[in-house]
């Protein structure tokens, strides 16, 4: 379980925080970055079960949305459209959590209603989570 210190952040909250801060900087200093090797290096850095799940999203993502842009977000693989996040993977290892999750921010048209969900618990991708997660991006890019 995480501890959470003084200001009230626990140290993997503190991390993302950071994480995000030196993309920011990253992002201004760079002439032409490449946030996709930055998104496969993350990738590649995860634990063996995070990472295939992280590697199967990837190509879904970029097959089912082109037009989203691969970057990294509180040290996360994101998608973006005209630099704002759509969706993004959170690993289980990031904040020690049981599970990965998939989550989209209010970018993603996923309206339904006056409720619908934002993010899914990951612990394995079948070839029918693939497609569900498929025609969840092409919906949050409608």
Known sequence: MPTTTANGFTD??????KERAK???TGRRAAKPDPENDVLAKIAEMSDSDRAIAERLHA?????APGLTPKLWYGMPAYARDGKVVCFFQSAAKFKTRYATLG???EANLDEGAMWSTSYALTELTA???ARIGALVKRAMS
Not at 12 to 17: K, L
Not at 60 to 64: L, M, N, Q, R, S
């Open 12 to 17: 993997e909250e503190r991390g993302a925080m």
């Open 23 to 25: 993309e920011l900087k």
């Open 60 to 64: 879904v993502i970029k097959a089912g």
């Open 104 to 106: 989209f921010s209010d």
């Open 128 to 130: 029918d989570d693939e």
